[in-house]
């Protein structure tokens, strides 16, 4: 248990040997700035909480990357996690226009956690995101993508499991605009069946693109 966030530096890579970081809703884990290239492996990530408010410190409810690098999750479980802002446990965003960052997240699970605005568990803006092998389960987004929120940058889906995640985004009233899932104008928000993957994804890839390989 702790209540500082650690920020991370270039070229780390950190092993968690099965061990669990409890942010007592009060903090999230880690923050990435910069160019930096990290690699988190074999975590537990539980009740962990970013700031109020919208400010730098409200985004990603475990991991807020202000970066251009690259950052990789393997073989982590996040659980029970909260943001105010963009990505429930992971929020992945950079400035710029052209998508030079990256995320990559392997074999990991999310389950039951909630973000106040997009992505229930991951969120990134100009930068490319894979997920191989994930397990998306009961997670909440009040606006788009009740799984995970992905814009401007090119999106892979391989081997998902998506499960009873919701997202809101017919209170919005707003029109899509590029490749969304689901429209605005078709939604049911509290439509959480499992086969319903709309309620699990956004993406606007106006400068990118968007593939799923498999979906369970």
């Known amino acids: 248990i702790y209540k500082n966030d650690i920020l991370l530096s270039d070229g780390l890579i950190i092993k968690g040997n099965g ?23 074999n975590l537990t990530f ?10 730098n410190n409200s985004y990603g ?7 251009t690098g690259n950052l990789t999750i393997i073989n982590c479980t996040f659980t029970n996690n909260l943001a105010n802002v963009n990505g429930g446990c992971v929020c992945m965003r950079s400035d ?13 699970t999310f389950i039951n956690n909630t973000v106040n605005s997009n992505g229930g568990a991951l969120f990134i803006k100009n930068g490319n995101l894979t997920v191989n092998d994930c397990i998306f389960i009961n997670n909440v987004a009040k606006d788009w993508g009740g799984a995970l929120s992905s814009r401007s940058g090119n999106t892979i889906i391989n081997n998902g499991y998506f499960l009873n995640n919701t997202a809101f ?5 707003f029109d899509a605009i590029a490749p969304i899932f689901p429209r605005p104008s078709t939604a049911v928000p509290f439509d959480i069946t ?3 993957f ?12 968007f593939c799923i390989s498999s979906q369970g």
Do not use: E, M, Q, R
């Open 61 to 67: 409810g475990v991991i807020l990357s202000n970066s």
């Open 198 to 209: 709309a309620f699990d994804v956004y993406s606007n890839a106006k400068l990118g693109s």
């Open 169 to 173: 985004p017919s209170i919005t009233g």
């Open 96 to 108: 710029s226009a052209i998508a030079n960052s990256s995320l990559i997240v392997v074999n990991s």
């Open 194 to 196: 499992a086969t319903k």
């Open 46 to 55: 539980t009740n962990c909480k970013s700031a109020n408010g919208t400010g």
């Open 19 to 41: 061990h669990t970081i409890n942010g007592n809703d009060a903090a999230k884990a880690f923050i990435i700035t910069g160019t930096s290239t990290v690699a988190i492996h």
